[in-house]
């Protein structure tokens, strides 16, 4: 039987993505990556760029942990390779043959940011063929996460071999009895927390450094196996149910908590992420947001039915939206911010979902860029 509450979260946080792109697009708290702000921080505060704050903690590790579970249910339900080819194409194909046939354009862009942020063109002088490949990789942008999930696809083949008869999992399972079932639940936050931990924390310039803390594989790797043995047992579902209006407003509270001592600083550094408020935040979301959903949105109807068969694709083409767009905007226009925000959240949840229908229409494109069979 389907759990819609998980479709419905997954597809709701994926939205929650695009609507952070447009706000981390134009943030001036030195988060790389964006164009930059409308003024220096403190000078111009830019209050808007509270929802990074709001989102960034968790809303990755969500995704992550609900690929876990998913993961769960479909080893349970099919052979393990057929499992495999599926996320392969899934996955696979759009973060490799897709960045050569669409992501290009978003990679265009990217390095049009960096050259406006730097005040140069750092490739000015490659050769067209060149500048087409960087394209390519610079187009990568949010596919590091299929990318992450189809190598934690490949562990997990292994995983499951070594647990073959689910005693392990069975195990986990036995985390939710009792009255003190959501005590350790809560408890598992310290994996959260060691996982940050994991992350280089002085990362060298001009080194891999920054890739490795971008995808993240061990902290979200953690969190995919948790995910899979741990938040893929209905009684846990139940669990967090029961007890997800305590836990949202510990949520909320450790939430204004980290914004009002953190507001201004760049959120994405690994000594911010690894804080314990931070990993606390994203914890306590992660689980009030799965109880939430597990009480209340448990259900479907058309719209989230779209959702769900679609969510994958808007997260795979939004961000060409936002860099192509919102550099335009920054750079050939003097329009004031908030018709520059106002315009760009617009397209984001109009043009790319245009944009998702005419490419699903298109076999060819829909193989290569959404990892779909080539035909509707």
């Not at 997954?10 to 609507?19: D, G, H, N, P």
């Not at 980290?258 to 931070?278: A, H, M, V």
């Not at 606390?280 to 979301?285: A, P, S, T, V």
């Not at 997260?315 to 550099?327: D, I």
Request: charged share 15%; glycine share 10%.
């Amino acid at each position: 039987m389907r759990k819609h509450w998980i479709d419905n979260l997954r597809w709701a946080t994926v939205l929650s993505v695009l609507l952070y792109h447009v706000i981390y697009f134009f943030n001036n708290k030195g988060v790389f990556g964006g164009i930059g702000g409308f003024g220096p921080y403190p000078e111009v505060p830019q209050y808007q760029d509270v929802l990074m704050y709001i989102l960034y903690p968790w809303f990755m590790p969500l995704l992550f942990l609900l690929a876990g579970v998913s993961a769960r249910y479909a080893l349970d339900s099919r052979p393990t390779g057929q499992w495999f080819r599926s996320r392969t194409r899934k996955l696979l194909v759009p973060a490799t043959i897709g960045l050569l046939v669409f992501q290009w354009m978003t990679g265009y862009f990217n390095t049009a940011v960096t050259a406006f942020v730097q005040g140069k063109d750092l490739i000015a002088g490659v050769p067209a063929v060149g500048k087409y490949f960087l394209w390519a990789v610079s187009g990568t942008g949010p596919l590091w996460f299929i990318q992450d999930l189809w190598l934690f696809s490949l562990l997990l083949l292994l995983v499951h071999k070594i647990d073959g008869k689910g005693r392990f999992h069975r195990w986990c399972g036995k985390i939710a009895d009792g009255k003190a079932g959501i005590v350790w639940i809560l408890l598992l936050g310290v994996l959260f927390w060691a996982g940050e931990q994991l992350i280089i924390k002085n990362p060298r310039p001009e080194s891999p450094d920054g890739l490795y803390n971008l995808y993240k594989p061990l902290f979200y790797f953690i969190l995919f196996l948790m995910g899979y043995f741990v938040f893929s047992h209905d009684k846990v579902h139940k669990t967090l149910g029961k007890a997800w209006i305590p836990l949202m407003c510990a949520a909320v509270a450790s939430g204004i908590a980290l914004i009002i001592t953190t507001f201004g600083q760049d959120n994405t550094t690994p000594q911010y992420l690894g804080s314990p408020l931070n990993c606390l935040y994203g914890w306590l979301m992660c689980l009030a947001m799965m109880g939430w959903f597990k009480a209340k949105f448990d259900s479907t109807g058309k719209f989230a039915t779209y959702m769900t068969r679609s969510s994958f694709g808007l997260y795979v083409l939004h961000y060409l939206v936002v860099a192509s767009l919102g550099y335009m905007m920054k750079v050939y226009t003097a329009l004031p911010p908030v018709a520059i925000y106002l315009i760009l959240t617009v397209a984001v949840f109009t043009v790319t979902p245009l944009l998702y229908e005419i490419i699903r229409r298109i076999p060819v494109l829909r193989w290569c860029v959404l990892g779909e069979r080539g035909r509707k």
